[in-house]
C-alpha cells in the first residue's frame, strides 16, 4: 500500500507565499514523475507542476515563473514553493506520484487527499 500525504495549505494574502509538501510512504521500489495538481470549486483538476526522477520539471503556463516543483528522492517527498500567490490559485492542491511498489509490481499512479489552498485578503 503507497500513502501520499500533503501539508501546508492555509489561508494566505494575495501576493504572499506558501509551500506545500507531499511526503510517500508504504511499500514504494521506486519512483517516477512526481507532481502537484488543483482543483477549484465548479472547475476540472488541472496540472500545476510535475518533475521526473532525474530532476527535470514541467509547469502550467498559469504559474511559471511563480511556482517552483523540487523533490528529495533519498525521502520520497515533492514539494512547490508558491510565490506571488493570486486569488485564482485558490484550490484543493493533491499530490500524485507514479509509483512502483515493488520489484514485481508495475508502476501505477497514487493520489493523496489534498490540502486547501486559500488566496484571500
Known amino acids: 500500500q503507497v500513502h501520499l500525504v500533503e501539508s501546508g495549505g492555509v489561508l494566505v494574502q494575495p501576493g504572499g507565499s506558501l509551500r506545500l509538501s507531499c511526503a510517500a510512504s508504504g511499500s514504494i521500489f521506486s519512483i517516477n514523475d512526481m507532481g502537484w495538481y488543483r482543483q477549484a470549486p465548479g472547475k476540472e483538476r488541472e496540472l500545476v507542476a510535475t518533475?521526473?526522477?532525474?530532476?527535470?520539471?514541467n509547469y502550467a503556463d498559469s504559474v511559471k515563473g511563480r511556482f517552483t516543483i523540487s523533490r528529495d528522492n533519498a525521502q520520497n517527498t515533492v514539494s512547490l514553493q508558491m510565490n506571488s500567490l493570486k486569488p485564482e490559485d485558490t484550490a484543493v492542491y493533491y499530490c500524485?506520484?507514479?509509483?512502483?511498489?515493488?520489484?514485481?509490481?508495475?508502476?501505477?499512479?497514487?493520489w493523496g487527499q489534498g490540502t486547501q489552498v486559500t488566496v484571500s485578503s
Open positions: 518533475i521526473r526522477s532525474a530532476g527535470s520539471t
Open positions: 500524485n506520484a507514479e509509483v512502483r511498489p515493488d520489484f514485481w509490481s508495475v508502476y501505477a499512479y497514487y
